[in-house]
């Protein structure tokens, strides 16, 4: 537990099962270019979609504590399944800290739907989550709006592969979006952060299925909004004069895979640092770092 917040200066900590997190980073550092972050990708255990919660729950709390000896100011949960399964027992842990989830946008997805109809893309355990489907029943009865969830097997293991636009990443998107299309659905929740890097794929099946306009709804933007309101009202925002902003990679597997990612999906080139996890949880940056 957090007996005091830290500095305004000290980082922000952003972690995920992998690489998809990064399309959540890629907002936070348009909105917030002055803070310090520090992105953790669990790859070595990736995917958590087919994990059992209690797994989940178990590595959620060993990389939150990581990334607070580390000094974190802040933690986003950058996956949609890691924060159905775990950010309640994340807050309880660390509760003095600003701690951010991401979950499917059906708020804003309901609101954007003409035809009342809406298709959610998203790994099966967030799919199964008692949160989600809460916040589902909640929304629907408020708006009317149905929602078509497609779980999808796969999806997550191909983006964090590399493979954006294969042919075998084309032929699961197809399998995943075309039977919400032909369901009504016109507008479609990209609800896990892997899923809005492939977003020109999807809208590439979209255009030779469809001439009707389909909307795709990313929180992401709505992500750095929220952390840039709790780091405000916390007053823990770094100062825009405090000097160049650092950002540093972290690592379960290959700190080169993941190198490569920060190159070819944000054009970045940080340091990046391969992790250990000890017997006991605990986690330690390895020795060539």
């Known amino acids: 537990m957090t007996s005091s917040l830290p500095s305004p200066n000290a980082p ?16 936070i550092r348009a909105q917030l270019p002055h803070e310090h972050l520090m992105y953790f990708a669990d790859s070595g255990f990736a995917p958590y979609g087919d ?31 890691a924060t159905v399964a775990a950010i309640a027992r994340l807050r309880e842990r660390f509760p003095g800290m600003p701690i951010v989830g991401v979950e499917p946008g ?12 809406v298709g959610v893309l998203a790994t099966e355990r967030t799919l199964c ?14 708006t009317g709006a149905r929602f078509l969830l497609q779980p999808c097997h796969g999806l997550a293991d191909q983006i964090e592969f590399g493979e954006l636009d294969s042919d075998a990443t084309d032929a ?29 794929s999807i809208e590439k099946i979209i255009a030779r299925a469809t001439d009707r306009s389909i909307t795709l709804v990313d929180t992401g933007e709505a ?14 925002a770094r100062s825009a004069d405090g ?4 950002l540093d990679g972290y690592t379960s597997a290959s700190a080169t895979a993941l190198s490569a990612a920060f190159a070819s999906l ?5 340091p990046v640092h391969e992790v250990v996890s000890e017997p006991l949880g605990t986690m330690l940056i390895g020795p060539n770092n």
């Open 51 to 81: 994990k059992p919660e209690a797994r989940v729950i178990e590595r959620v709390l060993a990389i939150g504590s990581f990334l607070v000896e580390q000094n974190a100011k802040a933690i986003v949960v950058a996956c949609n399944t």
């Open 172 to 200: 699961l998107l197809s399998r995943y979006v075309l039977p919400l299309l032909d369901g009504g659905a016109d507008t479609l929740v990209l609800g896990c952060t892997h899923y809005p890097l492939v977003q020109a």
């Open 243 to 246: 000097g160049i902003a650092r």
């Open 106 to 117: 059906l708020k804003p997805a309901a609101a954007a739907t003409r035809s009342g109809i």
């Open 266 to 270: 944000l054009g970045l080139d940080p």
């Open 129 to 142: 989550g008692a949160k989600f489907l809460q916040l589902r029943d909640q929304i629907s009865a408020a």
């Open 223 to 236: 992500v750095a909004r929220q952390l840039a309101r709790l780091l405000a009202n916390a007053s823990l």
């Open 12 to 27: 922000i900590g952003i972690f995920d099962s992998g690489v998809g997190g990064l399309s959540v980073l890629r907002h």
